[in-house]
């Protein structure tokens, strides 16, 4: 029912599963003049050094380009302080903070630590609209002379005066991830491709792609520390399991409020170029997307492995 022409293919669920990326070059940026909303996750590029976007490693803040798009190292939640209106900028994948040292000429890594240690975690987060696109300075709150860049570009974000507010590495682009949906493809069954139907997850092969009953969006969960929901593009539903052992019936696709059971981990593994996913359960890591008895819907079961 259809052939994925011109796509890039980042596969997504494992057993049985393939994340196929609706757009020719990721990402475009069709909303990046909404203003950044607190308690979502983004992803933020540099608008001046090609694909070179933040994440964290080692209890630093890197960049570079995400070979796995789902990868929650690379998302972050903008967070508002309530005394304050300034901002912290938080990691989805660990829930640290980014911490800057209140010093000029300082161009060691930006820390990634715990809310606790956090001294210098406060920004202003303060945006520009060029044309299309919002670009962002991240300022220390502490003095207006240190904004965060990769002007060096050692390999990782730095926060210091090496660089000016108004030009190159020190704006930034924050990327809704709405914006940028998938095709959802069984790495072993062919043309086994995830969509929405009646308020269950089906599969099969779609005549056209650009139906959006077969696009999903990954939504990092900002309080989840690596957990995703999967949105379905053309419902708004999300993806909600029952937390059962056994269970076979349908996965089925629910208004946010209903969503008791929709957060996940997207695992991926890199198989000769090609990333395939687990979606594991989050509250029981035996239960996986699968859809081994081939019952013309998705289950969310330990009857796969």
Not at 130 to 146: C, D, P, Q, R, V
């Amino acid at each position: 029912m259809f052939r994925a022409k011109g796509t890039r293919r980042f596969i997504a669920w494992v057993l049985v599963i393939v994340f196929s990326c609706l757009m020719l070059d990721f990402p475009l940026f069709a909303n990046a003049t909404q203003e950044i909303q607190e308690g979502k996750a983004y992803m933020i590029k540099n608008s001046y050094i090609q694909d070179a976007y933040l994440y964290e490693a080692s209890g630093q803040v890197r960049y570079g380009k995400p070979t796995d798009f789902t990868d929650p190292s690379y998302y972050w939640v903008v967070e508002e302080d309530s005394d304050t209106g300034l901002s912290r900028i938080k990691n989805v994948a660990t829930g640290h903070y980014m911490n800057y040292v209140d010093q000029m000429d300082y161009n060691d890594p930006i820390a990634c630590v715990e809310l606790e240690e956090a001294q210098y975690s406060l920004f202003s987060m303060n945006g520009q609209v060029e044309g299309s696109i919002i670009k962002y300075n991240m300022i220390a709150s502490t003095n207006s002379n240190l904004v965060v860049h990769i002007e060096q570009q050692m390999g990782h974000a730095q926060c210091s005066n090496w660089a000016q507010p108004s030009w190159g590495t020190a704006n930034w682009i924050f990327i809704d991830p709405s914006e940028n949906p998938f095709l959802i493809e069984n790495s072993h069954i062919s043309g086994a491709y995830l969509y929405e139907s009646d308020g269950k997850v089906l599969y099969g092969t779609p005549e056209d792609t650009s139906n959006p009953i077969c696009h999903w969006v990954v939504e990092p969960d900002a309080n989840g520390l690596g957990k995703v929901r999967i949105k379905n593009v053309a419902t708004g539903h999300y993806m909600n399991y029952v937390d059962e052992m056994n269970y076979n019936d349908p996965v089925e696709c629910v208004d946010f409020e209903q969503a008791d059971y929709s957060l996940f981990y997207v695992n991926g593994m890199d198989e000769g170029g090609i990333i395939k996913h687990n979606i594991i359960a989050s509250t029981n890591s035996n239960l996986v997307m699968h859809i081994e008895q081939q019952l013309g819907h998705a289950q969310c079961s330990n009857w796969a492995q």
